[in-house]
């Protein structure tokens, strides 16, 4: 009944297995991928003829973690899986960007690419075996596909590049400084595709090092995917590129020097406006078959491309005037907002974007349920994209894929130089309004947040900067690498390649590739042209530092305590009594955890005082020596009862309430009426012995007894 076909190899530490001809049959092509006893089914279908009149390429990519996968059931009111998690829209991205290239030139036939996780074992991270499965699927679908691709992951511990850390050595980079680097690589048997890390200030030299080691471990991987195509492959489709030369020639010989003269104009909204126009000039110019042919939008775009790309190789000057390794002109501001506890404008060129730094307790750490355990994150940035940025009129909705990119990108770039959860007890959220956008504006983000929270007081390890690269690589081999993109140099580029880091190293790299791959040289020179547009950026940036910055009068102030775990019960009391007082009677928030350590936040000094007593009443033990401040709440005939120290009671004798005898403590005491007292010691069975008659009951200082003088025979 079925024709199974199996591949296994040993990969790392674990056993890579693919298989194919038992599950979804009536896909175009299934491939079950397992790395250890993590499994990730990938189902590919394409349409066998695309849509009329498409003149894009659509291929949908999706990426779900069932929680079945790890023996869960879902959190929530419905306990099933629902919207995509921030987890799976990223994961699905990075399956998309190597993949999305490789497809033949002038494919628009549908294709959805479905990736499954049916088990984790919660050691392997199932996006690699995820990127894996959907690379083997789609290698014998029959698609027209150039792949077949591999990803891999590199851990950077020890000055040594490890593959494939676990799920447990890449959980909170910043809280494992032994750990540097969560770096994921995707390529070709010839190319580097793709590249996404975390990292913590590693040098370029480190970056390529990992990069290049990457690339040399998915080399077996790939050659198992082709050792499984060779059993199991479908018969290709068969699809020949169009051929639209004749279009070609005619869209530019009528619109080649208008539109040449459109790209001559640096103006982003005035250069738009001239190329619509000469997209118009050259659609009049067409007969009415040509407008009808699917290939038009092709035709146009290769025109663009082509005057775009082959000015800037051929005299090293690009559409808005500027020099390869020119970066845009900067201005920043800081404390935009009067009632933001932080906020930053920065403007590069005609990319800004306005970024809010908001300080919050450990009631606002976004409590995140992943498919290998439940965390908290103190760390937040939100990325936003309006369609005025762009300056057009569009939907507004809930933020889509590159959204939850961008801001991702982002927030790796900054999590790196945050300081210890210790030293700064906040929860950081950042939110990135762009507000205009001719490219990079991420990268703007990673500038405008480094500045925000600087400006709400954060003590920031180091200013962080990013930058965007772009390639123009000719068929002739020559190329030339763009510092700090324009939108219209990305979209018609050949590489999207995104450094941030501080003047010690880079924190985060993005890059994505058009064309199959680029050259160990040509990465490694883009590196170095990053790191002086990052430095001269930064430099930039502290102009409008000028030193340490005020803490927002609006932000909550939090005060942190340890105490001893065997004391965190009767600090919450039963049904959390006593700390459900100690947050009425202060008005502060108390947060504890089960380290015994408590965060005490309110903008109010006194109420963090007084929550801090209170609590401090509760868990420390009263010194012997000391003098307390107390309430009688009982008087007796032999003496006073005194609560003193929290809900602790002392008694004062009768004979230590004055230096006189007193025929009741009545005579000088009333409940109710606040004393000081000394703490002498404890009687043999533990009772407290307190006295009044040695303190000033006026200063609270101690009354030192006067010497009698010896008197004379």
């Known amino acids: 009944m079925f024709e199974v076909s199996k591949k296994s190899m040993q990969w790392g ?8 001809g038992k599950v979804a049959r009536q896909a175009d092509g299934c ?92 050691v392997n991270d199932p996006d690699i075996v995820a990127m894996i499965a959907a690379s083997a699927a789609l290698t014998i679908s029959g698609a027209p596909f150039m792949g077949p691709i591999a990803g891999a992951r590199v851990g950077f511990e020890d000055g040594e590049y490890v593959l494939n850390p676990t799920v447990d050595d890449m959980q909170d980079l910043r809280q494992n400084p032994d750990q540097r680097l969560d770096l994921v690589v ?38 198992l995917i082709i050792d499984l195509a060779e059993d199991a492959a479908k018969e290709p489709f068969d699809f020949q590129a169009p051929d639209y030369a004749d279009l070609f020639a005619a869209v530019k010989a009528a619109g080649d020097e208008q539109m040449r003269a459109a790209f001559a104009i640096s103006d982003k909204q005035e250069r738009t406006a001239a190329v619509a126009a000469a997209r118009d000039a050259i659609k009049a110019a067409l007969t009415e078959e040509q407008l009808e042919d699917a290939n038009l939008g092709s035709a146009l775009k290769k025109l663009e491309a082509g005057i775009l790309r082959g000015d800037v190789v051929k005299t090293g000057k690009r559409i808005d005037g500027r020099k390869t390794d020119e970066i845009r002109d900067i201005v920043c501001e800081t404390g935009m907002l009067p ?90 959220r950042i939110v990135s309004e762009i507000t205009e956008s001719n490219g990079s504006s991420s990268m703007a983000s990673v500038c405008g947040g480094s500045l925000s929270m600087m400006d709400a007081g954060v003590p920031l390890k180091s200013a962080v900067a990013g930058v965007a690269m772009g390639l123009i690589l000719e068929d002739d081999g020559s190329y030339a690498i763009l510092s700090d993109i324009l939108g219209d140099e990305d979209h018609l580029g050949d590489m999207d390649f995104k450094v941030a880091g501080t003047e010690n190293g880079i924190t985060s790299l993005q ?69 459900r007082e100690i947050v009425e009677v202060s008005g502060a928030k108390v947060d504890i955890n089960d380290e015994g350590v408590i965060k005490i936040a309110s903008p109010n000094g006194e109420a963090i005082q007084k929550a801090y007593d209170m609590i401090h009443a509760i868990v420390a033990e009263p010194e012997e020596g000391a003098v307390y401040t107390g309430k009688v709440v009982k008087i007796v005939d032999f003496g006073a009862f005194v609560n003193f120290f929290g809900k602790r009671d002392g008694l004062v004798h009768v004979s ?8 009741h403590p009545s005579d000088v005491l009333k409940e109710g009426q606040e004393v000081k007292v000394k703490l002498l010691g404890f009687d043999d069975r533990g009772k407290v012995r307190l006295s009044m008659k040695v303190v000033d009951q006026e200063t609270g200082e101690e009354v030192v007894p006067e010497k009698k003088e010896k008197k004379e025979d």
């Open 13 to 20: 530490e674990e056993t890579l297995t693919l298989e194919t």
């Open 31 to 122: 491939v079950i991928a397992t790395l250890g006893e993590t499994s990730v089914m990938a189902a590919v279908t394409f349409a066998k003829a695309p849509k009329p009149g498409q003149d894009f390429f659509p291929l949908t990519v999706h990426y779900q973690e069932k929680y079945y996968a790890a023996g869960k059931v879902p959190g929530g009111f419905f306990k099933r899986e629902a919207r995509p998690t921030e987890k799976e829209t990223l994961t699905a991205r990075l399956i998309d960007r190597p993949i999305r290239p490789l497809f033949v030139d002038g494919f628009k036939n549908e294709v959805l690419v479905m990736c499954t996780v049916l088990s984790h074992d919660l």
């Open 186 to 223: 995707a390529g070709t048997k010839d190319a580097v595709m793709m590249v996404e890390s975390e990292a913590y200030e590693l040098s370029e030299a480190e970056m390529l090092g990992a990069v290049k080691f990457a690339h040399d471990s998915i080399q077996p991987v790939i050659d």
């Open 339 to 428: 009632r933001t506890h932080g906020s930053a404008l920065f403007t590069r060129g005609e990319t800004q974007g306005l970024v809010v730094t908001t300080l919050g307790t450990g009631d606002d750490e976004q409590f995140i349920d992943a498919l290998h355990g439940n965390f908290k994150s103190n760390f937040l940035l939100h990325y936003n994209f309006p369609p005025y940025s762009v300056g057009e009129a569009g939907r507004v909705g809930p933020p889509g894929r590159r959204e939850i990119g961008h801001g991702k990108l982002a927030w790796r770039a900054l999590q790196a130089v945050l300081p210890a959860a210790t030293d700064f007890p906040y929860t950081v």
């Open 511 to 579: 890059m994505d590739i058009k064309v199959a791959g680029i050259t160990p040289e040509i990465m490694e020179k883009a590196l170095a042209q990053a790191k002086d547009g990052r430095m001269h950026i930064l430099g930039e940036m502290n102009k409008s530092i000028t030193g340490a910055a005020e803490f927002s009068i609006h932000a909550p102030r939090i005060e942190t305590m340890n105490i001893p775990t065997d004391k965190i019960r009767e600090v919450i009391g039963s049904g959390g009594k006593v700390i």
């Open 656 to 663: 230590q309430i004055e230096n006189r005898r007193l025929n």
